[in-house]
């Protein structure tokens, strides 16, 4: 049975609400079968582009078959959205599931508030529309080019998406016979800066379409992919720091700032979703300024996997989650690489060093974080409860990041202890450290001290 997932883009109106709950009544009743979400997104002006783009985002994380994009205000017939929604399944382009598209006067609404039936009430038919309802798998989407977030507000965006999809996919998106109907509402204001806007960017798709030019037209889609979600794990024991220096390793102070509010504050220069994981969320020392506070769920039989699974649960549905370690000192190069959005094979990524760092005077490698996306989350959890049951049985003596990323890049069990780089990882090999013991510590600052002024990181206030 195909997996369906209907989204409405829907940020709450007064003028619109009778019209969004006829829709989601409607959507109730015909696909009952389906799974509905409301969606809207961070941008400041609302983005139909952004929400549909979510909305899809939502489908392929969610492992379902098809997406049906559906306005909060359009009511579509059911045997053409069914035959759509089977469509969609297995072709490669998006569906319509209307060739034609009525919106109803405010008498035509009235009426169908009232009962008369869709067919007969009254109203107004828009030719050519492309607007209302989109039925497509989300690898379809993504192959059009999604659509441009860079509309905001109201107008054009349906448009410019047909021009990308005729463009990128070599033809129309199917329709099928049938109605749509737009219920009747306040109309937006479609004038003013951001209206113009619109307007101007749409006539470069009308331009690069008359040129030819794909290449344009791939440059304007590009969905702006959303921000990932930082998880900062700083609820150990600190038995190998000691409380040396009256305080957490995660606390101590580099370069003017404690060790863990740095790690926050350069996290939030890419996303406004911050976690910080601790062992008891009352202690205010750990409180860092923009990030929100989570409580470890720790179970010491997890052995070292225990500080990835203990936040198993905050791991985010619907975009990427980076683990970040607590008691590291970022430069911010590695943050921002660390940040990064780009696509990772298989849905994850490592950040280490391989090895000692001439610079810091370490003498080992050491892991920096963690990136997994949604369709990672299985393997990444079923690995690390592999390194627990090795470690429980004695057959592995730690279990900790490196060992999670030998495993996720499919080391066997007896190669789980060999230090190599088996790719999926980037190299950071600057500033950037992990702090475990005392020694750490000096050795850091006594570095930077030593170090030319001119390459080393600037001391913002206390001394290093």
């Keep these: 049975m195909t997996r369906v997932l209907v989204g409405i883009p829907w940020r709450p109106t007064s003028d619109r609400q009778a019209a969004h709950d006829a829709t989601v009544a409607h959507y109730r009743e015909i696909l009952p079968h389906a799974d ?44 053409p959205l069914v035959e759509a929604i089977e469509a969609a399944a297995t072709d490669w382009r998006v569906h319509l599931p209307y060739t034609e598209y009525r919106t109803l ?11 008369t039936p869709l067919t007969d009430c009254d109203h107004v038919t ?7 309802v989109y039925v497509t798998r989300p690898d379809v989407w993504w192959a059009c080019g999604a659509q441009d977030e860079r509309f ?42 951001q209206y113009d806007a619109n307007e101007t960017r749409y006539k470069r798709y009308l331009a690069a379409a008359e040129n030819g030019d794909v290449h344009t037209i791939r440059q304007l889609v590009q969905a702006p992919p959303t921000e990932p979600r930082a998880i900062i794990i700083a609820a150990g024991d600190g038995t190998r720091w000691g409380n040396y220096l009256g305080t957490p390793k995660h ?24 976690r910080v994981v601790v062992a008891d ?16 769920r720790l179970n010491p039989a997890n052995g070292g996997a225990d500080k990835f699974l203990s936040s198993r649960h905050l791991w985010a549905k619907d975009t990427r989650t980076v683990i970040v370690y607590g008691d590291v000192w970022f430069s911010d190069d590695a943050m921002r690489q ?34 997994i996306d949604p369709q990672a989350h299985n393997a990444y959890e079923a690995n690390l409860h592999r390194l627990v049951q090795l470690q429980q049985a004695g057959r592995l003596h730690r279990s900790g990041g490196w060992e999670q990323y030998r495993a996720m890049a499919g080391a066997p069990d007896d190669q789980l202890t060999k230090h190599r780089n088996l790719g999926h990882a980037t190299v950071i090999d600057d500033w950037t450290d992990d702090i475990d013991y005392p020694a750490d510590w000096n050795t850091w600052c006594w570095q930077w001290a030593h170090a030319d002024p001119a390459t080393r990181p600037p001391n913002l206030d206390r001394g290093a």
């Design 36 to 79: 509905l979400v409301e969606v809207d997104t961070r941008h400041k002006q609302f983005c139909l582009a952004g929400c549909r783009n979510e909305i899809v985002r939502r489908a392929q994380t969610g492992g379902y078959d098809v997406a049906v994009l559906a306005d909060a205000d359009t009511l579509p017939e059911q045997a």
């Design 105 to 115: 006067t405010a008498a035509g609404t009235e009426q169908y508030t009232a009962g």
């Design 126 to 132: 828009v030719p050519e529309a492309t607007s209302g």
């Design 152 to 193: 905001r507000g109201w107008g054009f965006e349906d448009y410019a998406w047909l021009i990308a999809h005729k463009t990128l996919l070599g033809a129309k998106p199917v329709r099928h016979t049938g109605r749509v109907y737009a219920l009747y509402h306040p109309p937006a204001t479609k004038a003013g800066k």
């Design 251 to 274: 606390l101590a102070w580099l370069c003017g700032e404690r060790i863990l509010h740095r790690a926050v504050r350069l996290a939030r220069q890419y996303t406004n979703d911050v």
């Design 281 to 296: 969320p009352a202690d205010t020392r750990y409180h860092a300024p923009g990030a929100q506070i989570e409580p470890a």
């Design 338 to 371: 660390i940040m990064s959005t780009r696509p990772y094979k298989d849905g994850w990524h490592a950040f280490v060093r391989f090895g000692p760092s001439k610079i810091t005077g370490r003498e080992w490698g050491e892991n920096f974080a963690h990136a």
